[in-house]
C-alpha cells in the first residue's frame, strides 16, 4: 500500500511518530513536509528517516489552515513520480491545503483527511465551500475525539470516520515512581499558558491543597498567564510553592509527569475554541499522574473514568477533588493504575494500526463523489454532540458576526433554512460545488 501523507507539522521531527508507526506497520510511506515551519526547533535531515521525506515550499508558513504549497507543478510532480494508493491529508478538509491536494490530485486516487475541529463553527467563504467539496470527494476523515467526529458528520460527511486518538510515545512516557506517601506532592499544568488554559484556577488549587499536606506546582510551558499567576501566588502567600519552566524537549515534559502526583487540566471553553483533545491527559496518565480538571470540551472523552473532572470553571470543587486524592491513598493509587494500563491503547503503534485498517476501508469502497447532507440530529445519535461554546449555538469563524446581534442572527437563520432545504432536495453535481457548508 503505497500512501502520499502530507502534514506541516511533521516538518519537526518530533510530529513524525505517526509517519513511523506507519512505516513500521507496513504501509509505504511518502511524506510532504514545507521545507520552512516556524517553530520547528527539533527538525533534523530528512534523509534520517526510515521512509522517503518530500521538502516542497509554502505560502503563508505557520498558519495551519489557510497555508498551501508555493507550486502546483510541484505538486502534480510529487503525484507522477510516487503514483500513490491513497492521499493522506493531514490537514483540516476546509483548510486551503486540502483544498489545494484534493484539486490535483487524480480522480482514481482515494484519499482521507484529518479534524480536530469539534465546534460545529459556520465558515466564511471560501471555506464553507471548501469544506464541502472535501467530504464529497474525501472517503475517510480520522478526528482526534468523537466530538470532531460528530460535527464533519453532522455537516453532511457521508463516508468513512474513524475517531483516532492523538498517540504518546511509550519509550518517552513511561511509568513514573510517585508514590502517595511522598513528602511534597507535585502538581503539573502543561502547556500553552493562557486563560482558556485555567492557570490561575490551578494556582487555587495549590492553595487547597497545601493547607493538607506539602505541594508544589509545576508550570511548564510559556504565555501571557505566567506573570499574573506568579501574582496570584505572592497573593495567596504561595508563591515559594510555584515553579515555572520553560518550555523544553519533549524529554523534559516526561520527566515532569514522571514525578508529578496529579496533572491539572481546568481548561475553559470560550466563544471560539474548546479544548480539541488535551495530549497533556494521555501522556500524565502513561507516566503515573492521575488527571483532574473540568469536564469541557474532548477532556471527559480523553480522561474516561481514569481521572477526576467537575464542572468547568468550578475551581473550588477542582480543589476539594484534589484534597481528596490527597488524602486518600486508596482513590489516587486505583486511578494511576487505571491510566497506566490504558496507555498501550494510546501508543502510535495503536494509532498506527486504527490508521492502515481505515486505509484498507477507504480503498475497497473506492474513490467517487459523495452526497453531502447536512442531518446534526444523526451525528448526535452516532458520535454524540460537538462540543459546546460560551453563548451557545453554532458561532460563526468571522470575528465580526460572533457577537449576538440582528444580523448574525438573520444570517444563521438564513443558512440554517439553506441548509435544510439542501439537505431536503438532491442537487445535480455542478449546483453542489457551490454550495456552503452552512
Not at 9 to 27: E, F, I, K, Y
Not at 194 to 207: I, Q, R, S, T, Y
Not at 288 to 312: D, H, K, N, Q
Request: contains cysteine; charged residues 25%; positive net charge.
Amino acid at each position: 500500500m503505497r500512501v502520499l501523507r502530507v502534514y506541516h507539522a511533521s516538518r519537526d521531527t518530533a510530529h513524525r511518530q505517526r509517519d513511523r508507526a506507519l512505516a513500521a506497520a507496513g504501509v509505504e510511506l511518502t511524506l510532504v513536509v514545507p521545507q520552512r515551519w516556524p517553530g520547528g526547533a527539533h527538525t533534523h535531515p530528512v534523509d534520517e528517516e526510515a521512509f522517503e521525506v518530500v521538502e516542497l515550499p509554502v505560502q503563508r508558513p505557520g498558519d495551519v489552515n489557510r497555508h498551501r504549497h508555493a507550486g502546483d507543478a510541484d505538486v502534480r510532480r510529487v503525484f507522477d513520480r510516487v503514483r500513490p494508493d491513497l492521499l493522506d491529508l493531514h490537514a483540516e478538509p476546509f483548510s486551503a491545503v486540502t483544498r489545494q491536494w484534493l484539486r490535483l490530485a487524480p480522480t482514481e486516487l482515494s484519499a482521507v483527511s484529518y479534524t480536530a475541529q469539534n465546534i460545529d463553527k459556520r465558515w466564511p467563504p471560501p471555506f464553507a465551500q471548501w469544506e464541502t467539496a472535501s467530504f464529497r470527494r474525501l472517503g475517510g476523515i480520522y478526528p482526534c475525539s468523537r466530538q470532531a467526529a460528530s460535527v464533519v458528520r453532522g455537516k453532511g460527511f457521508s463516508g468513512a470516520v474513524e475517531v483516532l486518538p492523538l498517540g504518546t510515545d511509550p519509550e518517552r512516557f513511561r511509568r513514573g515512581d510517585q508514590r502517595h506517601k511522598d513528602p511534597v506532592w507535585t502538581l503539573a499544568l502543561v502547556g500553552r499558558l493562557v486563560p482558556e488554559k485555567g492557570v490561575l484556577d490551578a494556582v487555587h488549587v495549590l492553595d487547597a491543597v497545601r493547607r493538607q499536606r506539602s505541594a508544589r506546582l509545576v508550570l511548564l510551558g510559556t504565555g501571557p498567564e505566567v506573570a499574573r499567576a506568579q501574582a496570584l501566588a505572592a497573593e495567596l502567600g504561595v508563591a515559594d510553592l510555584l515553579e515555572h519552566r520553560a518550555w523544553g524537549e519533549a524529554d523534559a515534559v516526561a520527566d515532569l509527569y514522571r514525578e508529578t502526583h496529579v496533572a491539572l487540566v481546568p481548561s475553559r471553553a470560550t466563544r471560539t475554541w474548546v479544548e480539541q483533545f488535551g495530549r497533556s491527559i494521555t501522556e500524565a496518565q502513561a507516566c503515573g499522574a492521575v488527571v483532574a480538571g473540568y469536564a469541557s470540551g474532548s477532556i471527559p472523552e480523553v480522561t474516561g473514568e481514569r481521572g477526576r473532572l467537575v464542572p468547568e470553571g468550578d475551581a473550588a470543587a477542582l480543589g476539594d477533588d484534589v484534597c481528596r486524592l490527597a488524602a486518600d491513598a486508596s482513590v489516587w493509587a486505583t486511578l494511576r493504575e487505571a491510566g497506566l494500563r490504558h496507555a498501550p491503547d494510546l501508543g502510535w503503534r495503536a494509532v498506527a494500526r486504527g490508521q492502515r485498517a481505515l486505509y484498507e476501508h477507504v480503498l475497497a469502497g473506492g474513490p467517487g463523489t459523495r452526497p453531502v447532507r447536512p442531518d446534526r440530529a444523526a451525528a448526535l445519535r452516532e458520535f454524540g454532540a460537538p462540543a459546546p461554546v460560551t453563548g451557545g449555538g453554532r458561532p460563526f469563524a468571522l470575528p465580526v458576526l460572533r457577537e449576538d446581534t440582528a444580523l448574525s442572527r438573520a444570517l444563521a437563520l438564513g443558512l440554517d433554512a439553506a441548509a435544510a432545504l439542501r439537505s431536503r432536495k438532491p442537487r445535480p453535481p455542478e449546483a453542489q460545488e457551490d454550495s456552503a457548508a452552512g
